[in-house]
């Protein structure tokens, strides 16, 4: 028998101020920022229950339906709490901390001297010997990182960051110490469930996934979640229990959330492009390797007090740290995923100096993009599009044109040779076939020359090439302005010989 819902009765009206929904423990309701939080709540009787309580970021508007004094009833708020599994949150905001600072009001840290206790507890315990930065800057860095995952309310991509070395060099430690800091920071084993994973991403939590070894052979879903995580507005949909026994219903899962990895191997090229590598080397400080992040005693500033201050400061100044974001969109010259990765890095270090006096830390952090940037290409193995783009980029070294053909053949070429003279080994790219290159010439919307023959040729267009090399962080040199004097021409009569056409009686040889 069909069941019936019952019928609806009395009267309604337009819910508009319902609209909203909060599906996260920190989020921009219109031109506010909210926050979720489930924290123990006792009773007349003594009995202790969790129930959602949500602030916003005056700390004066607060919500709860239990009757908490200085509260409102949730039917009151201009939104609707969604947030699955609020009351498994682990390494969120402490029930002292909001006793402390939102319900009696006492001042809190202000948001660079936070800063300041994140980057001394990461250089207490880290040594970044090795790394592509100084100490002190690499200490900035990962803190700047740390406090970003804060704010993916207002990203628009995350970086992961991967500590990477040899045995002894550190890099479980590394992350260890960065995600007891981070927003709902949790270390796993890459043998963790789907389900444990999906449901932590789905609150936007800091998944840090130690001894890493060998990601591809993870689960397919587990790694299509880890790989998509980077980009705002990615979902995924999963089929759980519903209302009645038997039934099921679709949920739409949030993959945006930062992550970190450690391993002694790199990442392939799909999930270092979505990275930052940190290198680090066995460290000769024995002081600092005897600290252990599991022991509170070693730190500096305790983990849970650093999470409570940044929590609250990351829920007062969201919309500053909006503005600055899209300050560092507009004035950055590195595009595509170079700067993604780096975007709420960047974001948090503008803000920190433009509005809390944090001097000369983006000039810092900009340089160390640079210097990781400069360096990354030495780690990590490009991608076949890469390598395409930059043997295509040589060809057009000294070329006065705005067009050039390429034979295909010239094309496979010129990779094996890039491959060679970067040591690489992969039978994938050090020896590409010309059928390859072609697909790939197709896919990146390349036109064919329209000669005929067995040595097809395509017609580089160089605007369409600086769009590709730009997203790639590839340098193409500039078309030459001035004609190339006559002596430098006879030297390269052959390189032009294919791009210039003269008529037979008028050429000088």
């Not at 990203?155 to 260890?176: F, R």
């Not at 007090?305 to 609250?312: F, P």
């Not at 990590?380 to 783009?389: D, H, K």
């Amino acid at each position: 028998m069909k069941h019936e819902k019952p019928p609806k009765s009395g009267t309604f009206k337009i819910a508009l101020n319902k609209v909203a929904t909060i599906k996260r423990p920190i989020q921009q309701v219109g031109d506010k920022t909210y926050s979720a939080i489930s924290i123990p709540l006792e009773g007349e009787n003594g009995d202790i229950i969790n129930d959602p309580i949500i602030f916003d970021d005056t700390f004066q508007e607060r919500y709860c339906d239990v009757g908490l004094e200085g509260h409102m009833p949730t039917s009151e708020a201009p939104f609707k709490l969604e947030v699955e599994n609020l009351d498994q949150v682990d390494n969120g905001l402490s029930a002292a901390a909001y006793q402390k600072f939102v319900v009696e009001g006492e001042p809190l840290e202000k948001p660079n001297v936070c800063f300041n206790h994140m980057k001394d507890n990461i250089a207490h315990f880290v040594s970044f010997d090795g790394s592509f930065a100084s100490q002190d800057k690499m200490s900035a860095m990962a803190a700047c990182w740390a406090m970003s995952t804060y704010i993916t309310p207002v990203l628009d991509t995350v970086g992961y960051i991967w500590p990477t070395g040899e045995k002894g060099s550190g890099k479980s430690q590394c992350m260890k110490t960065i995600i007891e800091m981070c927003y709902l920071g949790t270390t796993l084993t890459s043998s963790s469930t789907y389900a444990s994973v999906r449901n932590q991403a789905d609150l936007g939590a800091t998944l840090g996934f130690d001894d890493c070894e060998n990601i591809k052979g993870m689960d397919s879903s587990k790694r299509e979640l880890l790989l998509a995580g980077n980009t705002k507005g990615v979902t995924a949909s999963v089929q759980v229990p519903g209302g009645r026994d038997g039934e099921w219903k679709t949920r739409k899962i949030d993959a945006f959330a930062p992550r970190a990895f450690t391993s002694i191997g790199l990442p392939d090229a799909t999930l270092g492009s979505r990275t930052i590598m940190v290198p680090l080397a066995r460290t000769s400080d024995t002081e600092k390797t005897r600290r252990k992040p599991s022991n509170k005693k070693d730190w500096l500033f305790g983990p849970e007090y650093v999470r409570d201050v940044t929590w609250l400061n990351m829920v007062k100044y969201l919309s500053q740290i909006e503005a600055a974001k899209e300050r560092v969109n507009n004035s950055s010259s590195v595009a595509g995923r170079d700067f993604d990765i780096f975007q709420g890095i960047l974001s948090i270090a503008a803000w920190l100096e433009t509005d809390h006096g944090e001097e000369g830390l983006l000039a810092s952090m900009l340089e160390v993009m640079e210097q990781y940037l400069a360096q990354r290409d030495e780690n990590v193995l490009p991608s076949l599009e890469e390598l395409l783009l930059e043997a295509l980029a040589e060809s057009f070294r000294d070329i006065r044109g705005n067009t050039k053909r390429c034979p295909t053949s010239d094309i496979a070429e010129k990779i094996t040779e890039l491959c060679e003279a970067k040591d690489i080994t992969d039978e994938n790219l050090a020896s590409v076939d010309a059928q390859r290159v072609g697909s790939l010439m197709r896919w990146l919307g390349f036109q064919k020359h329209s000669t005929n023959g067995s040595n097809r040729s395509w017609v580089i267009d160089r605007k369409l090439l600086e769009q590709h090399c730009n997203a790639h962080g590839i340098h193409i040199a500039p078309p030459m302005e001035t004609p190339m004097p006559d002596w430098a021409f006879e030297e390269n009569r052959t390189k032009w010989e294919e791009d210039i056409t003269v008529p037979e009686d008028e050429k000088p040889w």
